[in-house]
């Protein structure tokens, strides 16, 4: 796979800015980036490429949210624009299969990368909302307090507990949950977190 990119981390996150200004959604892009680049170091995989999908998965949300079936219509266009080749847009793309949006409920996640990119970015969700329960502590969270969260569905109920099990066709649920806390914890003051 190429994983050479055509811009720095420094300009991506110009570019994500240009396009999402809500503090909530930008912290969710550090947080998955984090997230996928401590799973490619895990893995041996390439940290900054990791690093930028997570950063980059939502890059038309901003201009997309206020209707949702065209989010990722956008973030296509803005890739190639950026550099980026097919195959790192599809990747971005894939996060959002079995969504109604971008014509993209029907379609299935096939590659590791893109069940690695899905289930970071939105295990990102528990993992907050975890942390802003515990008076916005990340520092002490456990995996045993984060795994009892992930199995009450009435606990951050947005974030679906589905997409977040395709990891385990790579590595187990209390690894991931253990080296996802990790990478937040690296990121707490930029994430508003302790």
């Known amino acids: 796979m190429n994983t050479k990119l055509p811009i720095t981390r420094e300009k991506a996150w110009q570019l994500v800015k240009k396009y999402n200004s809500d503090e909530k959604d930008l912290i969710h892009y550090l947080e998955s980036e984090a997230i996928m680049k401590a799973i ?12 930028m999908l997570g950063l980059l998965h939502d890059i038309d949300w901003g201009v997309t949210k206020d209707n949702t079936k065209t989010h990722l219509t956008k973030a296509p266009e803005i890739l190639k624009e950026a550099g980026f080749n097919e195959k790192f847009i599809q990747t971005i793309i894939s996060h959002g299969y079995g969504f109604d949006c971008a014509n993209l409920l029907d379609k299935k996640r096939t590659e590791k990368i893109e069940h690695i990119l899905a289930a970071s970015e939105t295990l990102t969700g528990i993992i907050h909302a975890y942390a802003l329960m515990r008076n916005k502590k990340i520092t002490d969270m456990e995996v045993k307090g984060l795994k009892k969260k992930f199995n009450d569905n009435r606990f951050a109920a947005g974030c679906n507990r589905d997409i977040i099990r395709e990891i385990e066709s790579i590595i187990s649920l209390d690894e ?19």
């Open 176 to 194: 991931f949950f253990k080296v996802a806390i990790e990478a937040i914890k690296k990121i707490k003051n930029i994430a508003g977190l302790e």
């Open 40 to 51: 490619a170091k895990l893995l041996g995989e390439d940290e900054d490429y990791y690093g």
